[in-house]
């Protein structure tokens, strides 16, 4: 079992920046990955970035280059730092995490809302 934890969300204006941290506990070395997603209201949740156990980024099209991705494998955190935000970042932010046991498994925050007024 993983446990994840967010933190960082809120209110910002069209240009402005977050950063979410995410805190995971349990059965950390079993961490393939940890990422993060998001899900506007009316929409599936969708990959947004993750950083594997390798220190490997992955991004989203449409955060790329306004979104980094870091973990701090010392605290059992990551975080997704946003700039430049547009209205249509607005969602339910999820800290994700991929265990590798006998199969993959994702295991979910309980998600945080950003909003990016216009």
């Known amino acids: 079992q993983v446990q994840l934890v967010e933190s960082g969300g809120g209110l910002v204006q069209s240009g402005g920046s977050l950063t979410l941290s995410c805190v995971a506990s349990?059965?950390?070395?079993?961490?393939?990955?940890m990422g993060w997603y998001r899900q506007a209201p009316g929409k599936q949740r969708e990959f947004v970035a993750k950083?594997?156990?390798?220190?490997?980024?992955r991004y989203r099209d449409s955060v790329e280059g306004r979104f980094t991705i870091s973990r701090d494998r010392a605290k059992n955190m990551v975080y997704l730092q946003m700039i430049d935000l547009a209205p249509e970042d607005t969602a339910i932010y999820f800290c994700a995490a991929e265990t590798v046991v006998l199969a993959p498994y994702l295991y979910w925050g309980q998600g945080i809302q950003v909003t990016v007024s216009s």
């Open positions: 950083v594997d156990k390798n220190g490997d980024t």
């Open positions: 349990g059965r950390i070395a079993s961490i393939n990955f």
